[in-house]
Protein backbone atom coordinates (compact mmCIF):
# COMPACT_ATOMS: atom_id res chain seq x y z
CA UNK A 1 0.00 0.00 0.00
CA UNK A 2 1.35 3.52 -1.46
CA UNK A 3 1.62 6.24 1.32
CA UNK A 4 1.75 10.10 1.27
CA UNK A 5 4.28 12.73 2.90
CA UNK A 6 2.77 14.04 6.42
CA UNK A 7 0.22 16.17 4.61
CA UNK A 8 -2.10 18.49 6.51
CA UNK A 9 -5.61 20.63 5.54
CA UNK A 10 -4.48 24.10 7.56
CA UNK A 11 -6.35 26.42 5.05
CA UNK A 12 -3.14 28.94 5.04
CA UNK A 13 -2.30 31.26 2.28
CA UNK A 14 0.23 28.84 0.99
CA UNK A 15 -2.59 25.97 0.21
CA UNK A 16 -5.40 28.33 -0.89
CA UNK A 17 -3.41 28.88 -3.71
CA UNK A 18 -3.48 26.71 -6.79
CA UNK A 19 -1.23 23.72 -6.96
CA UNK A 20 -0.24 24.53 -10.36
CA UNK A 21 0.42 27.88 -9.70
CA UNK A 22 2.37 27.43 -6.66
CA UNK A 23 4.68 24.68 -9.29
CA UNK A 24 5.40 26.73 -11.94
CA UNK A 25 6.62 29.75 -9.21
CA UNK A 26 8.47 27.31 -7.51
CA UNK A 27 10.54 26.10 -10.41
CA UNK A 28 10.98 29.73 -11.44
CA UNK A 29 11.90 30.62 -8.46
CA UNK A 30 14.50 27.19 -8.62
CA UNK A 31 16.21 28.63 -11.79
CA UNK A 32 16.23 31.71 -10.76
CA UNK A 33 18.32 30.91 -7.59
CA UNK A 34 20.44 27.94 -9.95
CA UNK A 35 21.43 31.60 -11.76
CA UNK A 36 22.70 33.41 -9.41
CA UNK A 37 26.10 33.52 -7.54
CA UNK A 38 25.61 36.86 -6.03
CA UNK A 39 25.65 36.35 -2.02
CA UNK A 40 23.04 39.28 -1.49
CA UNK A 41 20.58 38.10 -3.62
CA UNK A 42 20.98 34.34 -2.16
CA UNK A 43 20.16 35.92 1.44
CA UNK A 44 16.89 37.24 0.33
CA UNK A 45 16.31 33.99 -1.46
CA UNK A 46 16.85 32.00 1.55
CA UNK A 47 14.67 34.60 3.76
CA UNK A 48 11.93 34.70 1.15
CA UNK A 49 12.23 30.62 1.24
CA UNK A 50 11.86 30.17 5.01
CA UNK A 51 9.38 32.30 5.67
CA UNK A 52 7.21 30.50 2.96
CA UNK A 53 7.49 27.69 5.36
CA UNK A 54 6.22 29.49 8.09
CA UNK A 55 3.89 30.99 5.94
CA UNK A 56 2.64 27.58 5.59
CA UNK A 57 2.64 26.96 9.09
CA UNK A 58 5.18 23.47 8.80
CA UNK A 59 6.50 22.50 12.14
CA UNK A 60 9.92 21.61 13.32
CA UNK A 61 8.69 17.87 14.06
CA UNK A 62 7.22 17.47 10.27
CA UNK A 63 10.81 18.33 8.81
CA UNK A 64 13.19 17.54 10.89
CA UNK A 65 14.02 14.16 8.93
CA UNK A 66 14.86 16.21 6.09
CA UNK A 67 16.32 18.56 7.17
CA UNK A 68 18.87 16.12 9.52
CA UNK A 69 19.77 14.59 6.29
CA UNK A 70 19.86 17.93 3.77
CA UNK A 71 22.16 20.00 6.11
CA UNK A 72 24.58 17.61 7.13
CA UNK A 73 25.10 16.73 3.12
CA UNK A 74 24.74 20.37 2.32
CA UNK A 75 27.56 21.71 4.86
CA UNK A 76 29.96 18.20 4.05
CA UNK A 77 29.65 19.50 0.15
CA UNK A 78 30.10 23.31 0.60
CA UNK A 79 33.52 22.26 2.91
CA UNK A 80 34.48 20.17 0.43
CA UNK A 81 34.04 22.65 -2.43
CA UNK A 82 35.45 25.72 0.11
CA UNK A 83 38.63 23.32 1.41
CA UNK A 84 39.32 22.28 -2.31
CA UNK A 85 38.35 25.65 -4.50
CA UNK A 86 36.81 23.63 -6.98
CA UNK A 87 33.87 24.80 -8.88
CA UNK A 88 34.29 28.06 -8.36
CA UNK A 89 35.69 28.95 -11.53
CA UNK A 90 32.63 29.71 -13.19
CA UNK A 91 32.13 32.38 -10.46
CA UNK A 92 35.90 33.98 -9.63
CA UNK A 93 39.44 34.14 -11.65
CA UNK A 94 41.11 35.66 -8.91
CA UNK A 95 42.23 34.32 -5.50
CA UNK A 96 43.47 36.22 -2.80
CA UNK A 97 44.97 33.68 -0.07
CA UNK A 98 43.75 34.08 3.48
CA UNK A 99 44.67 31.08 4.66
CA UNK A 100 46.78 27.77 4.27
CA UNK A 101 48.05 24.63 6.00
CA UNK A 102 49.81 21.19 5.11
CA UNK A 103 48.48 18.01 6.51
CA UNK A 104 50.06 14.53 6.18
CA UNK A 105 47.08 11.79 5.32
CA UNK A 106 48.09 8.13 4.63
CA UNK A 107 51.44 9.37 3.90
CA UNK A 108 50.40 11.73 1.34
CA UNK A 109 50.96 15.42 1.94
CA UNK A 110 47.69 17.50 1.42
CA UNK A 111 48.06 21.80 1.46
CA UNK A 112 44.13 22.93 1.72
CA UNK A 113 43.67 26.48 1.10
CA UNK A 114 40.78 29.01 2.36
CA UNK A 115 40.43 32.52 0.06
CA UNK A 116 38.47 35.25 0.24
CA UNK A 117 36.48 34.10 -3.16
CA UNK A 118 36.23 30.78 -1.51
CA UNK A 119 34.44 31.82 1.32
CA UNK A 120 32.10 33.65 -0.36
CA UNK A 121 31.26 30.99 -2.95
CA UNK A 122 30.91 28.28 -0.41
CA UNK A 123 28.24 30.70 1.55
CA UNK A 124 26.84 31.60 -1.53
CA UNK A 125 26.89 27.56 -2.30
CA UNK A 126 25.19 27.03 1.13
CA UNK A 127 22.85 29.66 0.77
CA UNK A 128 21.53 28.55 -2.47
CA UNK A 129 21.06 24.75 -2.21
CA UNK A 130 19.21 25.26 1.26
CA UNK A 131 16.95 27.83 -0.59
CA UNK A 132 16.04 25.27 -3.09
CA UNK A 133 15.48 22.86 -0.65
CA UNK A 134 13.30 24.92 1.42
CA UNK A 135 11.29 25.80 -1.74
CA UNK A 136 11.34 22.02 -2.55
CA UNK A 137 9.28 21.28 0.74
CA UNK A 138 6.19 23.27 -0.07
CA UNK A 139 5.57 20.53 -2.83
CA UNK A 140 5.14 17.69 -0.84
CA UNK A 141 3.82 18.93 2.34
CA UNK A 142 1.50 21.58 0.90
CA UNK A 143 -0.64 19.87 -1.72
CA UNK A 144 -3.01 17.18 -1.11
CA UNK A 145 -1.83 13.65 -2.33
CA UNK A 146 -5.27 13.59 -3.65
CA UNK A 147 -4.04 16.24 -6.63
CA UNK A 148 -0.43 15.00 -7.21
CA UNK A 149 -2.00 13.34 -10.23
CA UNK A 150 -4.30 16.02 -11.35
CA UNK A 151 -1.72 19.04 -10.74
CA UNK A 152 0.87 17.70 -12.90
CA UNK A 153 -1.47 16.71 -15.90
CA UNK A 154 -2.58 20.90 -15.75
CA UNK A 155 1.36 21.79 -16.46
CA UNK A 156 0.67 19.84 -19.83
CA UNK A 157 2.31 16.37 -18.79
CA UNK A 158 0.90 13.35 -20.45
CA UNK A 159 -1.93 11.25 -18.45
CA UNK A 160 1.15 8.55 -17.96
CA UNK A 161 3.84 10.81 -17.10
CA UNK A 162 1.62 12.90 -14.50
CA UNK A 163 0.53 9.55 -12.95
CA UNK A 164 4.00 8.18 -12.88
CA UNK A 165 5.05 11.43 -11.22
CA UNK A 166 1.68 10.98 -8.67
CA UNK A 167 3.65 7.44 -7.97
CA UNK A 168 7.58 8.94 -7.64
CA UNK A 169 5.70 11.57 -4.88
CA UNK A 170 4.81 8.38 -3.04
CA UNK A 171 7.31 6.17 -3.63
CA UNK A 172 9.93 7.72 -0.67
CA UNK A 173 7.42 7.83 2.03
CA UNK A 174 6.35 4.41 1.24
CA UNK A 175 10.56 3.54 1.16
CA UNK A 176 10.53 4.86 4.47
CA UNK A 177 7.67 3.01 5.93
CA UNK A 178 8.76 -0.51 4.45
CA UNK A 179 12.92 0.08 6.14
CA UNK A 180 10.57 1.14 9.33
CA UNK A 181 8.97 -2.14 9.42
CA UNK A 182 11.59 -4.50 8.11
CA UNK A 183 14.18 -2.66 10.49
CA UNK A 184 11.64 -3.29 13.52
CA UNK A 185 11.19 -6.96 12.34
CA UNK A 186 14.76 -8.00 12.47
CA UNK A 187 15.24 -5.98 15.69
CA UNK A 188 12.42 -8.28 17.14
CA UNK A 189 14.62 -11.47 15.78
CA UNK A 190 17.61 -10.09 17.69
CA UNK A 191 19.30 -7.97 14.54
CA UNK A 192 20.81 -5.70 16.04
CA UNK A 193 22.57 -3.23 13.79
CA UNK A 194 23.72 -0.59 16.15
CA UNK A 195 25.93 -2.89 17.73
CA UNK A 196 27.49 -5.14 14.80
CA UNK A 197 31.51 -4.01 14.34
CA UNK A 198 33.74 -4.15 11.83
CA UNK A 199 34.99 -1.48 8.90
CA UNK A 200 33.22 -0.11 6.28
CA UNK A 201 32.89 -3.10 4.32
CA UNK A 202 31.91 -5.28 6.92
CA UNK A 203 29.24 -2.20 8.38
CA UNK A 204 27.73 -2.30 4.60
CA UNK A 205 27.63 -6.20 4.60
CA UNK A 206 25.63 -6.14 7.66
CA UNK A 207 22.86 -3.95 6.12
CA UNK A 208 22.12 -7.09 3.85
CA UNK A 209 19.30 -8.23 5.75
CA UNK A 210 17.44 -4.71 5.86
CA UNK A 211 18.31 -3.86 2.04
CA UNK A 212 17.65 -6.77 0.54
CA UNK A 213 14.11 -7.41 1.76
CA UNK A 214 13.24 -3.36 1.00
CA UNK A 215 14.82 -3.75 -2.68
CA UNK A 216 12.41 -6.91 -3.28
CA UNK A 217 9.76 -5.60 -1.85
CA UNK A 218 9.87 -2.66 -3.61
CA UNK A 219 9.90 -4.60 -6.69
CA UNK A 220 6.77 -6.55 -5.69
CA UNK A 221 5.26 -3.73 -5.10
CA UNK A 222 5.75 -2.03 -8.14
CA UNK A 223 4.73 -4.94 -9.96
CA UNK A 224 1.50 -4.93 -8.15
CA UNK A 225 0.90 -1.33 -9.27
CA UNK A 226 1.53 -1.85 -12.63
CA UNK A 227 -0.95 -5.03 -12.46
CA UNK A 228 -3.54 -3.30 -11.13
CA UNK A 229 -3.42 -0.66 -13.66
CA UNK A 230 -3.54 -3.16 -16.65
CA UNK A 231 -6.66 -4.96 -15.19
CA UNK A 232 -8.65 -1.42 -15.46
CA UNK A 233 -7.03 -0.35 -18.36
CA UNK A 234 -5.38 2.60 -18.24
CA UNK A 235 -3.63 4.20 -20.94
CA UNK A 236 -6.11 2.42 -22.97
CA UNK A 237 -8.39 5.51 -24.11
CA UNK A 238 -6.70 8.70 -25.92
CA UNK A 239 -8.10 11.01 -22.86
CA UNK A 240 -8.05 10.36 -19.06
CA UNK A 241 -10.49 12.41 -17.19
CA UNK A 242 -10.03 13.62 -13.57
CA UNK A 243 -12.08 13.14 -10.55
CA UNK A 244 -10.94 16.28 -8.94
CA UNK A 245 -10.97 19.47 -11.21
CA UNK A 246 -8.62 22.72 -11.13
CA UNK A 247 -9.34 26.03 -11.78
CA UNK A 248 -7.28 29.28 -11.72
CA UNK A 249 -8.55 32.45 -9.99
CA UNK A 250 -7.37 35.77 -10.16
CA UNK A 251 -4.33 35.33 -7.06
CA UNK A 252 -3.13 32.30 -9.10
CA UNK A 253 -2.62 34.33 -12.19
CA UNK A 254 -0.74 36.47 -9.84
CA UNK A 255 1.77 34.02 -8.52
CA UNK A 256 1.93 33.15 -12.04
CA UNK A 257 3.01 36.17 -13.13
CA UNK A 258 5.28 37.21 -10.17
CA UNK A 259 7.41 33.83 -10.54
CA UNK A 260 7.73 34.32 -14.35
CA UNK A 261 8.78 38.13 -13.93
CA UNK A 262 11.16 37.21 -11.32
CA UNK A 263 12.96 34.61 -13.30
CA UNK A 264 13.06 37.01 -16.83
CA UNK A 265 14.49 39.88 -14.60
CA UNK A 266 17.07 37.54 -12.82
CA UNK A 267 18.53 36.27 -16.58
CA UNK A 268 18.18 39.90 -17.66
CA UNK A 269 20.19 41.18 -14.55
CA UNK A 270 22.89 38.55 -14.83
CA UNK A 271 23.11 39.36 -18.74
CA UNK A 272 24.31 42.66 -17.84
CA UNK A 273 26.77 41.55 -15.22
CA UNK A 274 24.43 43.10 -12.10
CA UNK A 275 24.39 40.02 -10.13
CA UNK A 276 27.55 38.70 -10.87
CA UNK A 277 29.23 36.70 -8.10
CA UNK A 278 30.08 39.65 -5.34
CA UNK A 279 33.22 39.88 -2.70
CA UNK A 280 33.33 43.20 -0.77
CA UNK A 281 36.13 44.81 -1.79
CA UNK A 282 36.79 46.38 1.74
CA UNK A 283 37.77 42.81 3.01
CA UNK A 284 40.50 42.27 0.18
Given at each position: MLV???YKERNTIVQRLDP????IFILCAIVAIILVWDLRVLVLWLAFSLLTLRLARLTWAEMRRFWLVV??????????????????????RERHLNWQATWT????????SLSIEQ???????????????????????????????????????????????????????TLGRDFATVLDAQRARGYEVERLGGGLVQQVRNLAPLIIP???????????IIDAMDLRA??????????????????????????????????ILRRLGIIAFWVPLGWL
Open positions: NWNRARVLPVVTFLVTLTALTGRGGEEAYLFGRSLSPLFFAASQFSRMLSMAALSLLIPFTIHPAQYGVTFKGLGLSDKFAVATDLAFRFVPITIGAILGAEDFGTRPKRTWVTQLVYRRKDYVLIAVGVTILVLTI
